[in-house]
């Protein structure tokens, strides 16, 4: 069940009133529940049950804190991108010996950090990286525990913005290219063949390219365990997606179970990095109604949130839910929900069928994922507050920037 239900006329995380949040945080306003966080990490953790598996949160979905508390003290893992995510998520008590660190562009500093925190494995994506890592961790005298990001050239059939697994994209070594780079990996002193690891793409609605993905890494597998390189675990990577308006993704079982059937004979451990599904679901965005702008070809109405906090509608076309907080008789139109920021792009909805008046509040559903992670200052607009729901108790967990903190970094010339 959703955590974000009409009570009593009024929209509300668990047991708190969204029209009180806004009142006591101002807007606009992220809100998380805890509850739903949890519930989308059990349904993963149950299915896994009995199996030597560990879930690892891919932290750019939403890397507050707050949330890697909540999952980290419920026996998740964490799948990081960057020196900045590590020191996140060490900052948030994770342990690094659940720690896989992804990536295509990992520095030389980076991969000392995470070697010095001890992290589970680096995956890597490409033969230039591998070399890299040898000397890194020569360096320091440690040996780098490694599985290589393999692209198996699958169509996720996703947006070709998130779309990972094709020959044509950045990311992982070639199919073709892995056997001779897990040979060449085997004989460096200062790394450790630990696993394979492949992550398709993301908001993938079908569960066939996981499996048809799966089945190509694990040829790999089998070819490599011949020539005695023996992997201890396989990363199934992220990807399942959420429904945000009328998808209808896989149950997470349904995800799972083909792919768990064919993990079942063998002794290697099972890592997944899901984003989305963990965080997305769990957290909207609260904004008012600055001002209504009726108009014959198009109506507006401005909203203090804009594209600078939410981008995925700019950025992709994606779609979010916008409901009211306090649904309100009065004439449905259709409006253009749109920001301050000075851009036509700058929309987080079109065409919306809604009874609006200036002043009422609006929440902006699924938005717990790519969401505060990618927002920005653009036209100087400090980031918004960001709240975490806990049954009756609202935390503030992250305050809203001050305006002075933007610009805190920057000189005049002398
Ligand atoms: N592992 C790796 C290596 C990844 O690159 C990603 C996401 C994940 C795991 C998690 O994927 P998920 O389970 O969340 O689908 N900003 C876009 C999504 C970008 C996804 C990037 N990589 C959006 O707003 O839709």
């Given at each position: 069940m959703s955590a974000f239900v009409l009570r009593q006329g009024i929209l509300h995380a668990e047991e708190v009133s969204l029209a009180d949040i806004a009142d006591r945080f101002g807007t606009p306003c992220w809100v998380y529940s805890r509850r739903a966080l949890e519930a989308a990490l059990d349904e993963f953790q149950s299915e896994l049950g009995g199996i030597d598996a560990l879930v690892c949160y891919a932290i750019k979905a939403n890397s507050n804190l707050a949330v890697l508390d909540v999952l980290a003290r419920r026996g998740a893992g964490f799948d990081i991108v960057s020196g900045g995510e590590l020191k996140r998520v060490l900052a948030a008590g994770a342990d690094p010996r659940r720690i896989v660190f992804s990536g295509v562009g990992k520095s030389a500093g980076e991969m000392e950090l995470a070697l010095q925190a001890g992290i589970l494995c680096f995956n890597v994506e490409s033969a230039a990286e591998l070399d890299r890592l040898d000397s890194v961790a020569g360096a320091l005298g440690k040996v780098a525990p490694i599985s290589l990001r393999v692209?198996?050239?699958?169509?996720?059939?996703?947006?070709p913005y998130v779309s990972?697994?094709?020959?044509?994209?950045?990311?992982?070594?070639?199919y073709e290219d892995a056997l001779p780079l897990y040979r060449h990996a085997s004989r460096r002193r200062n790394l450790r063949v630990g696993g394979i690891d492949c992550h398709i793409g993301s908001?993938?609605?079908?569960s066939a390219p996981f499996v048809e993905a799966l089945d190509k890494i694990l040829l790999l597998v089998d070819r490599l365990a011949a020539e005695?390189?023996?992997?201890e675990h396989i990363d199934l990577g992220g990807g399942l997606g959420i429904r945000y308006r009328d998808e209808v993704p896989p149950t997470v079982k349904d995800y799972l179970q083909p792919m768990l059937a064919r993990l079942r004979q063998r002794q290697l451990r099972v890592l997944l990095e899901p984003g989305r599904r963990l965080v997305g679901n769990a957290g909207v965005l609260l904004t008012r109604v600055e001002y209504l702008k009726p108009g014959d070809v198009k109506s507006f109405a401005i909203v203090d949130a804009a594209m600078n906090d939410l981008a995925r509608p700019a950025l992709y076309g994606s779609w979010h839910e916008i409901v009211p907080v306090v649904p309100h008789p009065g004439a449905v139109r259709p409006w253009?929900?749109?920001?301050?920021?000075?851009?036509?792009?700058?929309?987080?909805?079109?065409g919306r069928e809604l009874a609006l008046a200036a002043g009422d509040l609006l929440a902006v559903m699924?938005?717990?994922?790519?969401s505060m992670s990618m927002s920005s200052n653009y036209n100087s607009r400090p980031r918004a507050a960001e709240v975490m729901i806990d049954g009756s108790q609202a935390h503030l967990v992250r305050r809203r920037e001050t305006i002075e903190e933007l610009y805190a970094l920057e000189n005049r010339l002398p």
């Open positions: 692209n198996p050239d699958v169509d996720a059939r996703t947006h990972t697994g094709l020959k044509e994209n950045k990311f992982g070594v070639a908001q993938l609605l079908d005695g390189i023996a992997l253009e929900i749109v920001g301050p920021v000075c851009e036509s792009g700058d929309f987080l909805g079109r699924s938005a717990g994922a790519y």
